[in-house]
């Protein structure tokens, strides 16, 4: 049987939905240790306090020529941990993911964008620039791209999210499975962060919970898409009218907060 941390968890996400905020953020607390993605298949994206000490996990090949056994290594590795977890975005592993579903000793978090407009034009932004994960304000590129929204596409994008999110939930559900559903836009809330930790059986400290990562785009997404104007007219009438224009959404569009037996 593998020896593991008290508590393991895995945050459940597609990209540019906060991942790196909420890894930053759990990362904060004293008792939490949390990996960005480890299955990354550019590299293994161990945890920020963890690289700055130059600490890894082993190399690529390693890892992608025998998944699981990587898995139970850096379990292992950390298990005089109260609370380790990582994230995992998309199906980034095909071996690891069905066993991460399966795996009932591992508490899960989905992590959602609402603005699912904000989520693709960030997507767009950063596959331009190559830049998915920024600490640093100095490494932030200082012109940001205004890129061109195609419908279709975004389409086919909000779609194949909805049925990844669906497909999680229901293999969850039919194995009877709690999870915590998490917000984007509420991460910053102290009684979310809250919830969130005593999810993860960890107690609040008294402070916010610190994300490190820095805000890439302008909030107005005027000022990122270059067919705005366009893309507005279409967009008349339809459930992302909304998304267009919002910054923050009221609270009363927020994602109800919930765990789930």
Avoid at 99 to 123: C, E, F, M, Q
Avoid at 143 to 158: G, Q, S
Wanted: proline fraction near 4%; charge should be neutral.
């Amino acid at each position: 049987m593998v020896s593991a941390p008290a508590v393991r968890f895995l945050i459940l996400a597609v990209p540019r939905s906060g991942s790196n905020m909420l890894c930053t953020q759990l990362g904060s607390h004293p008792s939490i240790l949390c990996h960005h993605e480890l299955f990354n298949p550019k590299g293994i994206r161990v945890a920020l306090e963890l690289r700055d000490r130059g600490v890894e996990l082993g190399t690529m090949a390693e890892r992608d020529a025998e998944p699981l056994a990587f898995l139970e290594r850096m379990w292992r590795r950390f298990s005089g941990s109260p609370c380790v977890g990582f994230k995992f975005t998309h199906r980034q592993n095909e071996e690891v993911y069905p066993h991460l579903l399966a795996d009932r000793g591992l508490r899960k978090i989905l992590l959602r964008r609402r603005n699912r407009l904000k989520t693709y034009v960030s997507s767009l932004i950063s596959e331009r620039l190559g830049e998915w994960e920024v600490y640093q304000r100095a490494d932030l590129t200082a012109e940001r791209p205004r890129v061109t929204v195609d419908l279709d596409r975004f389409y086919e994008r909000t779609e194949f999210d909805r049925a990844y999110y669906a497909e999680i939930e229901s293999t969850l559900e039919a194995s009877g499975q709690t999870w915590a559903d998490a917000t984007y836009e509420t991460l910053e809330e102290r009684e979310e962060q809250n919830r969130l930790l005593r999810f993860l059986e960890q107690e609040p400290t008294g402070r916010p919970l610190r994300a490190r990562s820095i805000k890439q785009n302008s909030r107005d997404l005027r000022d990122l898409v270059a067919n705005f104007e366009a893309l507005s007219r279409e967009l008349a009438g339809t459930e992302f009218e909304e998304e267009l224009g919002a910054g923050q959404l009221r609270v009363a569009d927020r994602a109800p907060r919930r765990e789930r037996t």
